[in-house]
C-alpha cells in the first residue's frame, strides 16, 4: 500500500511539473508574440519578425489560438513587404486553422477575390455599400472595421467588414434625446482607441454650440473628454477635427478652426490635451477651410494638403512634428490630396489630377522630401480616404451618384396625373439637381456636377436646357460652389440672368447674378462673417427685390432673420425674425406679397415641432398656417407651393416611418385637405431625396430631382508590391 502512495505521489508531482511547464511555455510564448509584434510595428524590422513568428509557430503546436495569430501577424509583414508569400499563408490558415474563427475569417477577408500570382498587380474591391455607408471616419490596422457616424442616431458606430454588422460605441439616446452628434473618427495605430469630434448643438436661441475631441475603446464604454471648447483656455476655438494618430499614440495631428477664421495645424496630447501649434493658417476663407493632416511612419515629419485663399488646387505640404517652417512636397499646378502612407512607410500615397482626370498616385518620400517622379496606381477614380492597414491596403469612399431631373405633367390641386414623370437629357453624369423653370417656360435651367467620380455633393456646373429643342447650355460659370445651404437658381422676371448661391473661386460665399447667355458673374449680396452665411430664397416679380436670409439655417442655428433687400440701393428691410433650427422649402406667391416656407423648430431635445410659416413681404410677425408635433405626421421640409391663383398652399405631410402624402390649405387658413395623389406620386413629390420642386408657369408641368449619391468604400490592395515591381 505504501508502494502505491509513494507511485501516486511521483504521478502528481509529474502531472503538476507538466502543467507548470505548459503555463511557462504559454508565458513565455506570449512574451515572444509581443517581442515580434515590436519589431514589426515600432522597429519596423519586418524580416526579422517573421522568423520571430515562424518559430512561435513552430513552438506554439499545442496552442492553435496562439499560433493562428502569428501567422495571420506574418501574413501581414509578408504584404508590407510586397510578398505573394501573404496568399499562402492566408490559404494555410483558412485550411489548418478553420477551427480558430476570427483568424480564419479574416484570412478569407484578406483573400476575398484576389486572384492567384499577386505580386506586382493592384487589386481594388468593394468592401461596404448601402445606405449608411460614412466616409468620415477610419479603417482599423487589422482591415477588420471602419468606424463611422450613424446619421441616424448621431452616435459613433463601427462597421464590421468581414460580417457587415454594425456596433455603436456611444448612448446618447439618438435625436430624440439630444441633438449632439459624432464626427469625424480616427481609429489609433494599436487599434484600440478612437479620437473623434463630437458636436453639441444648440438647441435654443441664447445657446452656444460646443465642440469636443473625445477618446473611446474601441470595444466602447465612457468616453473621455481631450479637448472641449467650452474651458476658458479654448474660447477663442470654433471647431476642431483629429486627423491622425502618432505611431505611438501620445499625439492627435488635428485641424482647429478659430473664431477669427483662422485654421491651425496642430498636435493634440493624447495625455492631458494640451495644443502644440505648428502652422497657423490665414489666407483662407469657406469652402476651402479644411485639409487632411497625416503623421510619415517613423512620426518626425506631417504631410498635409491646403488650398490657399483665392487658389483653385490644392497642395502637399511638410512640416516637422517637432516645429519648424513646412516646404512644398509636390510643386506640380494639380490639385492634389493627402491619401496614405504604403507599407513601406516610403511612398506618399495621393490624389491627383495631374494626368487631366483624377486618379491615386505613389511617390517615394525620404526624410521629409519626395525621390523622383510620382506613379500613377489608378485612373478615373477621386477617392477620399479611411486610411491604410498595416497589410498596406487602401481603404477609400467614392461617390455612386444616381441624381437625375424629371418633368412631368401633374395638377396638384385637382390631383390628377396627366402624364408620368420623364428624365430630361443629361450631358453629364453624375449629380443633377435643383430644377428651375424660366419666366416662359420654355427652359429650364439646373444645376450639375461634371465629375462622375467625386464623393462630393458640391454643384459646379449651371446648365440650361431648351425644352423645344432639346438643347442644353453649359454656362461655364466661374464659380466654386453653387448650392450652397440647398437651395437652387431663381430666374430673373425677364429671363436674361439666374441668381445663385454660391463660393466665388476665391472661396467667400455669397449671392451671385448669372448672365443666361454668357455666363458671366456678379456679386450681388456677400456674406457676414459675423451672421453666417447669406442665402436668396425668392425674388420679386418686377425683379427689385430680393428676399434673403442672413443667418444660416443648419444645425445649431439659432434665428433666421428675413430681409427684402433692394438690389438697385443695397439697402435692406427686416421682414421678420423667428428661432429655426432647419427650413429649406420656400415660394413666393404669384403676386409677390407673401412668402410660405418650412420650418422645424426643436425648443428642447425630445419634441420636433414643424410649421408651415406664411409671411408677408410688408413685415410682422410670420403666420402659423398648419404645426405638427412628432411623433405626429410632419410637415416635410422641402416641398411646399403656391397655387397658380396664389390663393392655396400645396406642401407634403409624412414622417421617415409614415408615408407621404400632399395636401393643401388655404392662404387664410383653415383646415388642411389631402389632395388625390396616389401614395407612389406623394413619394416622389415628397421623399427626403427629393428637392427644389419647380412649377411650370402653367401650372401643370412640374421639374424635380431625385435620387441620391450612394458612397462605396473599396480597398486598394498590394500597393507596395506593384511600386516595388516598377523598379
Partial sequence: MKRVWVIGLVMIAALGGSVMLTAQQGRSLDVQMKAAQQKADVQGDLRGAIEDYEKIVAAASGNRVLAAQALVNMAECYQKLGDAESRRIYERIVRDYADQTDAATLARARLGNTPPGLAGGIVTRPVWTGRKVDAYGTVSPDGRFISFTDWDTGELAVHDLVTGQDRTLTNKGGWDASLAFADGSRISHDGKQIAYTWTIARVAPG????????????????????????????????????????????????SVRKNDGTIETALLSTADGTERVLKSHQDCEGADCRHQLLFSADGRHLVYDWASKGGTQRQVYVIPAAGGSETALLAHAANDRVLGWASDGKHLVFASDRSGVSGIWA???????????????????????????????????????????????????????????????????????????SPDGHALAYLAQKDPNSRSTQLSTLLIRSMESGEVRDLNVRLRYLNVMDFGPIWTPDGSALIVNAFDLAGQQGIFRVNAQTGDTQPLVMSDPRQGEVIALALSPDGRTLYISRNPMGVGASQEIMLAHDLASGREREIAR????????????????????????????AVNVTYLLLYSVDGGTPRELLRASSPDAGIMGSFAKFTADGESIVFARGTNRRPREIWRISREGGDPRQVGLSAEWALRLAQPGTTSTSMHPDGHHVAFATGGNEVEVWAMENITAALNAGK
Avoid at 464604454?221 to 501620445?250: C, E, Q, Y
Avoid at 396625373?417 to 450631358?427: E, L, R
Avoid at 403676386?591 to 418650412?598: A, E, F, L, N
Wanted: hydrophobic share 40%; charged share 20%; glycine share 10%.
Fill in 578 to 605: 423667428r428661432a429655426l433650427q432647419w427650413g429649406r422649402g420656400v415660394d413666393l406667391s404669384p403676386d409677390g406679397r407673401w412668402i410660405v416656407r418650412t420650418a422645424v423648430d426643436r425648443p428642447n431635445a
Fill in 207 to 254: 445657446e452656444d454650440t460646443f465642440a469636443e475631441v473625445r477618446l473611446i475603446d474601441v470595444n466602447g464604454g465612457t468616453p473621455r473628454v481631450l479637448f472641449s471648447n467650452r474651458s476658458t483656455p479654448n474660447r477663442g476655438v470654433r471647431g476642431i477635427a483629429p486627423m491622425d494618430w502618432s505611431p505611438d499614440g501620445k499625439w492627435l495631428a488635428v
Fill in 363 to 437: 511617390v517615394p518620400v525620404t526624410d521629409g522630401q519626395a525621390q523622383g517622379e510620382p506613379r500613377l496606381l489608378r485612373a478615373n477614380v477621386s477617392p477620399a480616404s479611411l486610411g491604410m492597414t498595416r497589410a498596406g491596403a487602401l481603404y477609400y469612399a467614392v461617390g455612386n451618384p444616381s441624381r437625375d431631373v424629371f418633368v412631368a405633367d401633374v395638377d396638384l390641386a385637382a390631383g390628377r396625373v396627366v402624364s408620368a414623370p420623364a428624365i430630361i437629357a443629361k450631358p453629364f453624369v453624375g449629380l443633377n439637381d435643383f430644377p428651375r423653370w
